[in-house]
Structures are given as structure tokens and as C-alpha cells.
């Protein structure tokens, strides 16, 4: 194992709150000393399975200490899916039924291990533990807190304030989060800002019970390519970890400058140093689009083959560089019998080229939609074989019988 404090740099780099840095540098010592590897713990809710870089910041930095020989814990919460987590929600979530807790977690299971190293990684799901418990321990589970240290929750004051009912099953979700914790004797748990509350409870618990507490790991918000919200999917700012490599080249590359090192620091597993060193560069005046390549370079290749990330990388120089039409793009096949491009609107909708027949009128009337680079004015024109639409700044299709 590397030393304390190269394991520490790595581990803190990127990270928004570490609690606490003392008790972390004690546990890689034990570690170190009885060559043990730490258990790191996330909880994931079966709820929301469809991931994009702002949801694999935390996977990123467990594979970061996977890589630094430490091992981790995924708890799908199938037991805790069934209360639904309250975090910043203005009212109770419904309750998922077993069917689809059981689907979103196996698709939760495909996914995560695009970053994660499967072989360091135990998934299991926290009904294992949780649905044996008595009531006789259940209701020591909830004398070890008070109502006023749940009412501190931002969610549960609102809704309290605003009249609207909180059920008191909700209270025992940081509390079932927090067991899990007892349950696979977690020594780290991350999550993001906002699971602080759930997160820390586990600490809580922990020491009540006299045991050591987990250090609680919280890592920050990464912003979508808007570069002011939240990476979201239904605001559209978002980079998928399934988008094809080209598509996922030329976003990273719409990262706005002053972003460039937070994506390098949550969005990579680059070394704290060589981050040192990028940031160094950009002081010195480096041209952020020369930096932004590099990033694009390592962030298509984490999620795809290094064959597909050089050629999203030559595609991006053809495409976007050059301005040219580049030779690998994908076919629209059509019905000769329909060759005008107001008929086949629908079959780009269709093959998820544009969102809408509405959007794609739009782009056409603001001058987003060219053939064979000229751009479209009506949707008049008349296309044949061979013609190649570009939509947007990313897309391009090939017009094929």
C-alpha cells in the first residue's frame, strides 16, 4: 500500500467536506500496519438508475481508493427504496413497489460498474439485515436520536412549517441508512452534500454502540455544461456514462473554462500533481481549448475503448476543427418514394436525432440545420442519397436508401 499521505492527497482531492481528516490518516495507518483495507460505503437508491458524470463523482472517488487497494460496499437500498428517501423533497416520495426496486437496481448494477472495479466490490441489498430486525431492536434503533434532531432537517422543517404531513416511518430512513453502516462495519461513507444529515447519522450510531465511527466523505455538486446548474438530464446540461464516445468528446469539450479543473478533480482519476500541474499551465496562459482536449481525451476514455476515444478524437477534429464532414457517421435509412426533408422529420424523431418535430422547425428557422454544410432556410428541400444532415452542433446523419 502507498503511504498515509499519498493515500490521504488522493483521497482528498476534489473532496468538499472530510470529516475528519485526524480519524481518516488513524484508519489508513491501521490499515497500512495489519494490511487490512478500509471498507468504503455507498448506499444507493433504486430509484433514479440512469447515471451521468454528475452522479459517478462519488463512484469516481471510490474507484480512486479501489485503486489504492481498499475495497467497497454498494447497499442498494431495496428495504430503505420502500420508505423512499425525503432529502429535499417538499413531501413524501411513493413507495416502489419490489418488482421495481429489483429492476432499477439490476440497472443500477450494469452501470456502475463502468467506473468501479468489480473484482474490489460487494453489492448487496440492506433488506438482508434491515427486514430481520425485531421490534424490541427497532425501538432501540430510534432511542439513539430525538425528534428535535430530525426536525434539523432542512426538508422536515419546511414541510412541517408549510403544514404539509411528514409520516413518522419517514424518520427511520437516516436511521435504517445509518444501520447499514453497523451492519457492514463501514469505515468511510461517501455522498454528495446532500446526504450529510443521513450520512453523519451513521457516524452517530456507530459511537453509541461504542464502535469506531465511519469518517463521512462528502463530495460537491458538479455542474452540467450550462455551467451554473445542477448536471440534470431534464435540463439538458448533462454528459451520459452510456453516450457514444464522439457525442461524449464533443461535450466535455462544451465545458465551459472556469470549470476545467473542477471536472478534471471530479470527473477523472488524475493524480492530485499532474492537477497541480494543469492548473499551473492555465495560469501561465496555456489556451483553455488546448487543456479542454486533454480532458475530453481522458473522460471518453475512462467509459469507452481506447480505439473509440481516438476516434471520437478524429471525428472532433473533422467535424468541429475542420469544419469538414467526417467519413463514420451514422445512416438514416428512407423511403425513396419520401425524399423531402419535411417527410422524414418523423423518422428523425424517431431515431432520437431530434427531440421533436417542433425543435428540429426551430433549429431549422435559427439556422442549426445544414446539408452537405450548407445550411437549410425552409424545410422545402429536396435531399437524395448520400446527403448528409448536420443538426446542432453534434449530430450528423447520412441519408442512405
Known amino acids: 500500500m502507498k503511504s498515509v499521505e499519498e493515500q490521504f492527497k488522493i483521497m482528498a482531492k476534489g473532496v468538499d467536506t472530510l470529516v475528519n481528516e485526524e480519524e481518516l490518516k488513524e484508519k489508513l495507518r491501521a490499515s497500512i500496519e495489519q494490511n487490512k483495507p478500509l471498507t468504503i460505503k455507498l448506499g444507493l437508491d433504486p430509484s433514479a438508475p440512469d447515471i451521468h458524470l454528475g452522479h459517478a463523482v462519488v463512484l469516481r472517488k471510490i474507484k480512486q481508493m479501489q485503486d489504492l487497494g481498499h475495497e467497497a460496499v454498494i447497499i442498494i437500498g431495496d428495504f430503505t427504496g420502500r420508505i423512499g428517501d425525503p432529502t429535499g423533497k417538499a413531501k413524501g416520495r411513493s413507495e416502489l413497489s419490489a418488482e421495481q426496486v429489483e429492476e432499477n437496481a439490476r440497472t443500477y448494477c450494469e452501470q456502475i460498474f463502468k467506473v468501479l472495479d468489480k473484482d474490489k466490490t460487494k453489492v448487496c441489498f440492506n433488506s438482508e439485515w434491515l427486514a430481520k430486525l425485531t421490534f424490541e431492536e427497532i425501538i432501540k434503533l430510534a432511542a439513539t436520536t430525538t425528534v428535535a434532531r430530525m426536525m434539523e432537517r432542512d426538508d422536515f422543517q419546511k414541510r412541517y412549517n408549510n403544514n404539509v404531513p411528514i409520516g413518522i416511518h419517514e424518520f427511520f430512513y437516516p436511521l435504517m441508512q445509518a444501520y447499514d453502516s453497523i451492519a457492514i462495519n463501514a469505515d468511510i461513507e461517501l455522498g454528495g452534500t446532500d446526504q450529510t444529515f ?185 435531399l437524395a442519397c448520400g446527403d448528409v444532415i448536420k443538426i446542432g452542433k453534434k449530430k450528423f446523419v447520412e441519408i442512405v436508401k
Open 198 to 382: 443521513n450520512i453523519l447519522m451513521g457516524r452517530t450510531l456507530q459511537k453509541s454502540r461504542g464502535e469506531k465511527a465511519q469518517i463521512a466523505m462528502f463530495m460537491p455538486i458538479l455542474e452540467g455544461l450550462d455551467g451554473k446548474e445542477k448536471m440534470s438530464k431534464s435540463l439538458g446540461n448533462y454528459i451520459g456514462v452510456h453516450e457514444d464516445a464522439k457525442i461524449m468528446f464533443k461535450k466535455v469539450m462544451e465545458v465551459p473554462d472556469d470549470l476545467i479543473i473542477k471536472y478534471f478533480e471530479l470527473a477523472t482519476d488524475e493524480h492530485p500533481d499532474t492537477i497541480n500541474k494543469i492548473k499551473e499551465k492555465l495560469l501561465a496562459g496555456a489556451n483553455p481549448k488546448d487543456i479542454k482536449l486533454q480532458l475530453a481525451l481522458v473522460i471518453t476514455g475512462l467509459y469507452n475503448s481506447v480505439e473509440d476515444t481516438q476516434k471520437a478524437f478524429e471525428f472532433y477534429q473533422t467535424a468541429f476543427e475542420r469544419k469538414a464532414i467526417p467519413d463514420d457517421i451514422p445512416k438514416l435509412v428512407i423511403d425513396t418514394q419520401k425524399d423531402m426533408l419535411l417527410d422524414i422529420i418523423g423518422l428523425l424523431a424517431e431515431n432520437n436525432y431530434i427531440s421533436s418535430n417542433s425543435d428540429f422547425r426551430r433549429m431549422v428557422q435559427q439556422g442549426g440545420v445544414s446539408i452537405n454544410n450548407e445550411k437549410v432556410q425552409d424545410l422545402s428541400v429536396v
